[in-house]
């Protein structure tokens, strides 16, 4: 009798087992989904990509009501299948996804999405990870609607959170909260809590001269890939935080490597990189007010000649460069030690002859955006109206001549 | 020897009670549809999940439904209602949700809501 109890109670537990096996089995259907993974929606804390973080809609969209209106009729005929005609993420397709799609009605979760972010996800779907590895069945849009239709449809989802203002940083501090917290371990002594590159520390780098921490609330960065006077590309700026800058630096950049005035963060990870990015631009309301934005292309370098540097040499005197960079690029020429920058502070003209402290880069392609951006709030000059891309090539390889290792190339290529 | 049984029935009902609605309780795959064959009345969806992409061909039985969504036609109602479509109706390119069941090493589709035309 105790045998049989034993042998029911084994077979009892077995039972129980099995319904808790069968209820969250290993993955062993044919889509490898045994349950909703994410009930809470589309919705991931990460960043927009590189390719997309210009992507900021006009701060003006948002609460443009002819905007809003045609973002309700797009949204109504293409969105709310899935979305919920009340935007709840309940629609009748959207309740059978695995993914559930998220809702504009929770204003948390609207205040967070960066416009960015937002612009993205609706222009790639679920096309872009990590949302494709999770199963989303977003379809993307970006061949299906104008830039504009997609910023209509943004505005009208915004209108399901409540908020009636433009959905910015400067509205929604949570959204660039990760970047903050991110710059006040990295950033802050240099640049300043506000960004005005008035840190504590920062000053004492080069002290009473430029080059200063960047002012990130003003319009003058020097390191671009767009025209003189604008802003630059949020890659600009990824490029920036990632190799650092290099220059000759003060007393306190001696533990910086390779004569950086500012260290590079290449070790931080990517996304990182981003988030910190956009809350560097959230000081700036100019990257919001941009519609276009132009680059100036680089082409791929020529091999560097004697001929070309002959051509080059013409040219550096020609344009004036030995003004400020002397006659052997050491920056010694006779206006050196009276040029300044937009500040009134002493600026010194950089010695060609030392490419590794190039602030731009040492490349004959980072000469070359350097001539044909100029550095703004400096002397530098940007070459893009007033020399052909080949005259550019032709004076980038001088100046990559004036150096050692410069040198060295150019017997080689006599050869 | 009652008072020995009593629990090992709860057991059992426990254990069979947990069992019998998540058996009839199977997740749905969505996807894209890839290809559609009427005359083997399968369709074939590319479905993405936890990091893997796999092609599954689900059969449909007689008592299989396809719908897809669209705005009521009745006065006042402004909604979606299901439309009862035909599987030759449905295009390679388009998302579909199915709820199937599992039976023995084919996927047997309950339900294929559209989701997407594209």
Redesign the interface.
């Known amino acids: 009798?105790r045998k049989l109890?034993w042998w029911?109670?084994a077979?009892?537990?077995?039972?129980?087992?099995?319904?808790?096996w069968?209820?969250d089995p290993p993955?062993?259907?044919?889509?490898?989904?045994?349950?909703?993974?994410d009930d809470k929606g589309g919705h991931a804390h990460v960043p927009a990509p590189l390719e997309y973080a210009d992507n900021h809609v006009p701060p003006s969209v948002w609460t443009d009501p002819a905007m809003i209106a045609r973002g309700k009729e797009i949204f109504t005929v293409k969105c709310?299948?899935?979305h919920g005609?009340t935007g709840d993420g309940k629609?009748?397709?959207?309740a059978?996804?695995?993914l559930k799609p998220p809702d504009f009605r929770d204003k948390a979760g609207a205040a967070e999405m960066r416009d960015n972010y937002w612009y993205w996800r609706v222009s790639e779907g679920g096309q872009a990870e990590p949302f494709?590895?999770?199963?989303s069945?977003m379809?993307p849009w970006k061949d299906d609607l104008s830039r504009e239709e997609r910023w209509a449809v943004m505005a009208y989802q915004h209108t399901f959170s409540g908020h009636n203002g433009p959905h910015v940083p400067w509205e929604h501090p949570e959204m660039v909260m990760v970047g903050r917290d991110i710059y006040v371990m990295a950033c802050v002594t240099c640049h300043g809590q506000d960004g005005k590159g008035d840190g504590t520390v920062g000053p004492t780098l080069s002290p009473g001269r430029a080059p200063q921490p960047r002012n990130f609330t003003s319009n003058l960065f020097k390191l671009r890939s767009t025209p003189t006077g604008q802003l630059p590309t949020t890659a600009d700026l990824f490029r920036t935080i990632s190799e650092g800058i290099r220059a000759d630096g003060g007393p306190l950049t001696f533990g910086l490597r390779g004569y950086r005035i500012m260290p590079g963060f290449h070790q931080m990870p990517v996304e990182q990189r981003l988030e910190l990015l956009e809350y560097v631009k959230s000081f700036n309301k100019g990257f919001w007010d941009r519609h276009e934005i132009k680059t100036i292309a680089i082409p791929t370098p020529p091999p560097m000649t004697p001929e070309r540097v002959a051509r080059g040499l013409q040219l550096y005197k020609d344009a004036e460069c030995l003004a400020c960079h002397g006659e052997s690029g050491r920056g010694d020429g006779p206006s050196a030690p009276t040029l300044k920058d937009a500040s009134e502070l002493p600026i010194a003209a950089t010695d060609l002859t030392l490419p590794n402290r190039f602030k731009n880069g040492m490349r004959p392609q980072d000469i070359y955006r350097t001539l044909v951006t100029g550095f703004s709030g400096t002397p530098m000059p940007s070459y893009a109206d007033s020399l052909e891309p080949d005259q550019v090539w032709d004076l980038a390889y001088y100046v990559l001549s004036l150096s050692s290792d410069g040198r060295r190339a150019l017997e080689t290529a006599k050869r | 020897?009652i008072r020995?049984?009593g629990?090992?029935v709860?057991?059992?009902v426990?254990?069979?009670?947990?069992?019998g609605p998540?058996?009839a309780d199977?997740?749905?795959?969505?996807?894209t549809v890839k290809a559609v064959d009427p005359a083997a009345q399968t369709l074939t969806v590319e479905?993405?999940?936890?990091?893997?992409t796999?092609t599954?061909t689900i059969l449909l039985k007689p008592g299989s439904r396809i719908v897809k969504?669209v705005r009521s036609t009745e006065p006042g109602k402004?909604?979606?209602v299901?439309q009862a479509i035909a599987l030759d109706d449905l295009k390679p390119g388009w998302?579909v949700?199915v709820?199937?069941k599992?039976e023995g090493d084919r996927?047997v589709a309950e339900i294929v809501?559209?989701?997407?035309e594209?």
Do not use: Q
């Open positions: 009798m109890y029911l109670s077979l009892g537990i077995a039972a129980v087992a099995l319904g808790m069968i209820a993955a062993i259907r044919a889509n490898g989904e045994d349950k909703h993974e709310a299948v899935c005609d629609g009748p397709a959207g059978v996804l695995p494709k590895s999770r199963g069945a379809p | 020897m020995m049984i629990p090992i709860v057991l059992l426990l254990g069979m009670g947990t069992v998540v058996i199977e997740a749905p795959i969505s996807g479905t993405t999940a936890k990091g893997k796999r599954v969504f402004t909604g979606f299901e998302i949700s709820t199937a599992h996927e809501k559209v989701v997407l594209r």
